[in-house]
């Protein structure tokens, strides 16, 4: 554990693979990426500003946005599907989490235009 308490330790497996860029985000990556990561990033935030005081570090996200071809180019239109795994306290129900990282992490991390009802 480095001399760190347990739960302050992730499991270190953590990995990026993209092989483009592209100009549909400021960040000239992939808006799957783009808004992966920003769910990694308000979980750590959540985690450690008390919000969510059952998150623990290790967590990993997917997304997948729906496109759209315009005029040849590929246009994210909405957020078809996000997939959270993090680890949390063991005290925490399984509705509780689901709840939470969807009513607080995900409206934080994805803007308006890309969500829906679905």
């Not at 992966?36 to 946005?65: H, M």
């Not at 040849?72 to 957020?79: S, T």
Request: aromatic fraction near 6%; include cysteine; glycine fraction near 6%.
């Amino acid at each position: 554990t480095c001399g760190r308490d347990e739960l302050n330790v992730g499991a270190g497996d953590q990995g990026h693979m993209f092989g483009y860029a592209t100009d549909e985000t400021p960040e000239l990556m992939p808006l799957t990426h783009v808004l992966s990561s920003r769910i990694c990033e308000y979980l750590s935030k959540f985690r450690n500003d008390g919000s969510i005081d059952w998150l623990l570090p290790d967590a990993k996200s997917q997304v997948t946005v729906e496109y759209k071809e315009e005029n040849g180019a590929m246009v994210p239109q909405r957020v078809h599907t996000v997939v959270i795994s993090t680890q949390h306290k063991d005290s925490v129900d399984n509705d509780t989490l689901r709840k939470t990282l969807r009513d607080l992490v995900i409206p934080a991390a994805i803007p308006d235009k890309y969500l829906d009802e679905n």
